[in-house]
């Protein structure tokens, strides 16, 4: 069973720069899953933000993030990273991931199978 853990998260300010990354701490997270990065705003619903397909690497970005945001994948470190830069006050919120193995360009959050506990990132105006 594929365990995610997130890390990254904290606070900073409008315009900063965070990189989260999203490993496993059971199994390997290579390159079969797709990997999707979600996140939920108080009182708001989860809102996928950006993907990466299984395999192929095909990438995904929510309109509001494009250009700010990027997703990659290090698959000697079976990990996956979304790099935030000019960050604003509404990007804060729970980050989590997610992953479904043999996965391809995926967003709707109920096709992934795994998912970590989350990583809070706040940015302060």
């Known amino acids: 069973q594929l365990q995610l853990v997130e890390s990254g998260g904290e606070l900073v300010q409008a315009g900063g720069s965070l990189r989260l990354s999203c490993a496993a701490s059971r199994g390997d997270l290579d390159y079969t899953y797709a990997i999707a990065w979600f996140r939920q705003a108080p009182g708001k619903e989860r809102e996928g933000v950006s993907c990466?397909?299984?395999?192929?690497?095909?990438?995904y970005y929510t309109d509001s993030v494009k250009g700010r945001f990027t997703i990659s994948r290090d698959k000697l470190k079976n990990t996956v990273y979304l790099q935030m830069n000019s960050l604003k006050p509404e990007d804060t919120a729970v980050y989590y991931c997610?992953?479904?193995?043999?996965?391809?360009?995926?967003?709707?959050?109920?096709?992934?199978?795994?998912w970590g506990q989350g990583t809070q990132v706040t940015v302060s105006s």
């Open positions: 990466i397909s299984s395999r192929t690497d095909i990438t």
């Open positions: 997610a992953a479904k193995l043999l996965g391809g360009l995926i967003t709707g959050e109920h096709a992934y199978d795994y």
